[in-house]
């Protein structure tokens, strides 16, 4: 069975202390990858998709890069607005074909 | 905004009750997502319809039932209402059938089931 994994659930940090989150998969034959941030009663918000081995993408402070296993989201230099809860996902080619598996998420807090 | 439109934001209602949800996908987007969120569960895939026609089914209830309009507009019923099925549902839309491209979502209606 197809299973995306974040680490860490939680993570605390100082405004401008760099850090990573990590999401590993296992699925037969990625076809992409997609991170999204989502804040307190809201939706998920679309920030990237990833589709093969050693691609990075960046946005402002993210930068999302994906190896055969797992992905990263760097953040450098956060600040209190990136606080959210990041989620990731991969596509479902299994038994529910069209749907994104996600992952539980992980919970940064940056604090000023 | 993401341009997908939820509503209602918030219902609340007994057990044994029924709903309904809708959503308005992004201009231009064939297809809709339909997911439940829950704290415990984290984002479960329910069912999707693309161009009015049913493409893929998660762990949807039978109690739970879909459909696409011709203006592809979507709804999701949920119908015999259960304490457990408080939680927040969300609706994504994106053009094509395929879980390759991103999906965009609404911010989603909290149901509570009292």
């Known amino acids: 069975e197809d299973q995306v994994t974040q680490s860490p659930e939680a993570l605390r940090l100082q405004e401008g202390e760099s850090s990573s989150l990590n999401c590993s998969y296992t699925v037969s034959g990625l076809r992409g990858l997609f991170w999204y941030r989502q804040d307190p009663g809201k939706g998920p918000e679309f920030l990237f998709t990833l589709y093969s081995a050693g691609e990075e993408k960046e946005k402002e402070r993210l930068k999302a890069t994906l190896t055969k296993k797992e992905s990263f989201l760097h953040i450098t230099a956060p600040k209190p607005e990136d606080s959210a809860t990041y989620l990731c996902?991969?596509?479902?080619?299994?038994?529910?074909?069209?749907?994104?598996?996600f992952g539980k998420g992980t919970k940064l807090s940056v604090k000023p | 905004d993401s341009g997908v439109t939820q509503t209602p934001k918030h219902l609340i209602t007994a057990t044994g009750q029924r709903v309904t949800l809708r959503c308005s996908p992004r201009s231009g987007d064939l297809s809709v997502y339909w997911y439940q969120q829950s704290l415990d569960q984290g984002l479960q895939f329910l069912i999707q319809?693309?161009?009015?026609?049913?493409?893929a089914k998660g762990n949807i209830l039978e109690r739970f039932s879909a459909q696409q309009f011709p203006d592809l507009h979507s709804e999701l019923n949920l119908s015999s209402l259960e304490l457990g099925d408080s939680a927040l549902y969300f609706c994504?839309?994106?053009?094509?059938?395929?879980?390759?491209?991103?999906?965009?979502f609404g911010d989603g209606t909290r149901l509570s089931i009292l």
């Open positions: 994504a839309s994106s053009k094509g059938q395929g879980p390759n491209q991103p999906q965009h």
């Open positions: 319809y693309y161009n009015g026609e049913e493409r």
């Open positions: 996902a991969v596509p479902d080619y299994g038994g529910s074909q069209g749907n994104l598996i």
